[in-house]
């Protein structure tokens, strides 16, 4: 095969979009939760309640041990199994202040974990995408709560902690896909049923 200017561009633009997507890209909540807040600002009643507003906003807790106020309550409604509950937090943050390296002499981002309830919750998924200034968690929670609390250890979270730019939450509950077909099939045993 003859090397032609041709090839030299079809390969550097190759690997320009593979650079590309291999670069971090930012995080979202998913569109489709039932309940999704959002805050960018300090203070404790600046959450702006987007889906769900009738369950009310997130709730910051007290917290005895420590004088300060780590606990987000985030309202839910209690459902028995087979339905569980998806929570998704997103924190934007400024790199500056907090080091996504972990850097000795700067700021590190929080360990976030559900406290409440206290069984049952599997952390499905936590990132840094790096250079964004974006820290991810997604968790499950089996069966769905009434209410969970993500803690955020050590630190007052309502006040943003200086390095917290803008913070979101979701949650989204979700029948266990067994359970899907089992009410598919109940529904169609009673149209059969109701026809006799």
Known sequence: MRFTKLNLVAGLAILAGAAASATAQPYQIP???DYYATRAQSGEGTWVVVRGADWGPPEWLWD???NTKPFLRVPNEARPEPW???VYLLLTY???????NQVPGRGQLPNLFISDPAQGVTLDHYDVSLG??????EWTIRPQPGHETITFPGMHGYDMHNAMISMEVGTKCVPQ???????ALAG??????RRR
Request: net charge negative; glycine share 6%; no cysteine.
């Open 64 to 66: 005895d041990a420590t």
């Open 94 to 100: 400024d790199t500056s202040r907090w080091d996504e």
């Open 177 to 183: 896909p067994g359970a899907v077909a089992l009410l």
């Open 188 to 193: 169609v045993a009673a149209a059969q049923r």
């Open 132 to 137: 964004t200034g974006q820290a991810y968690w």
């Open 84 to 86: 569980y509950k998806k």
């Open 31 to 33: 569109p489709d939760t």
